[in-house]
């Protein structure tokens, strides 16, 4: 970072820890951030980070393509991307209102965020604007939240994000001949989130809930980061993971919320969230216990 004010720099910046998600309201002097391909390479967060812009100008650069930001234009970064940005002009501050989260959090693939990332999304109209009314809303007063509050508003955000970002991938290619493929995955993605709880969902029930056959389920996740029934597994761990984090529900089991999500037999949870973590349910649940 670097700024022709940098002798007498001034920020503002307040921290929202929303669970796996942060956000930060921020004013600042004008500077330049840079993120290079050896810094990527040395230290690679795997994130998604969006901007705000809610007074002043920003513009930011990848490679040869460049991008200008007004007031309610969000601006999207891939951590993986080299990028420069530009903040404020003159000695004009800006604010704005950032946005990082993990890429796994997201209900889309990889493939369909990344064609929808490093560019400017509009938070003035559609689904931009009730992330856009939601994020100023979260920040304008936080007094009347609980830090209980805090994984499950960072849930919210990450489903928002997750729309705008699903929204404007397909308004890419609404004229493709791939659309209708996109759009019966996409569907296939939003049932599988809505049956979790279902011990009987599997590749097979996806399949005939769709009209499809078995075979034809699995050509349309070829292409996808995850095959249908591992999408199924992540998905039931992460709320599990979730729901293990979260303060309010320290009182219930852990076979008691594996079977919430799906999960049949504690033995096979306990197995699969080793594996996928690193650690126990019970360990995890330790973990993130919050100080009394």
Excluded at 189 to 209: C, E, K, S, Y
Excluded at 214 to 219: C, E, F, K, V
Aim: aromatic share 6%.
């Amino acid at each position: 970072m670097t700024s022709d004010h940098a002798a007498d720099f001034r920020a503002h910046k307040r921290i929202l820890l929303l669970g796996e998600v942060t956000v930060w309201p921020a004013t600042v002097q004008p500077l330049v951030s840079r993120r290079t391909a050896k810094m990527v390479r040395r230290s690679d967060p795997d994130t998604y980070n969006l901007t705000l812009i809610l007074k002043g100008a920003v513009g930011a650069s990848w490679g040869r393509r460049d991008a200008d930001y007004r007031p309610y234009d969000l601006h999207s970064q891939n951590s993986s991307q080299p990028c420069t940005v530009r903040v404020g002009r003159n000695a004009q501050a800006v604010a704005f209102v950032g946005v990082e989260m993990p890429k796994d959090l997201l209900a889309l693939p990889r493939r369909s965020a990344d064609r929808a990332v490093d560019r400017r999304l509009s938070g003035r109209e559609g689904v931009g604007a009730l992330l856009a009314g939601f994020l100023t809303r979260l920040c304008s007063d936080t007094d009347a939240y609980l830090a209980t509050d805090g994984p499950r508003l960072g849930a919210v955000l990450a489903d928002l994000v997750s729309a705008l970002l699903a929204h404007t991938a397909e308004a890419d290619r609404e004229l493709s001949p791939d659309a209708a493929r996109r759009a019966l995955v996409l569907s296939i993605r939003a049932f599988i989130g809505r049956n979790l709880h279902n011990p009987d969902l599997t590749p097979r029930t996806v399949a005939a809930a769709h009209h499809i056959s078995p075979s034809h389920l699995y050509r349309l996740f070829e292409d996808e980061d995850l095959t249908v029934g591992a999408l199924i597994r992540r998905q039931r761990l992460e709320r599990a993971r979730r729901d293990l984090a979260d303060p309010a529900q320290r009182t219930v089991l852990v076979h008691e919320l594996a079977a919430r999500w799906g999960f049949t037999h504690h033995s096979a949870f306990t197995r699969a969230f080793r594996a996928a973590y690193g650690t126990s349910p019970s360990d995890y649940r330790q973990a993130t216990s919050p100080p009394r």
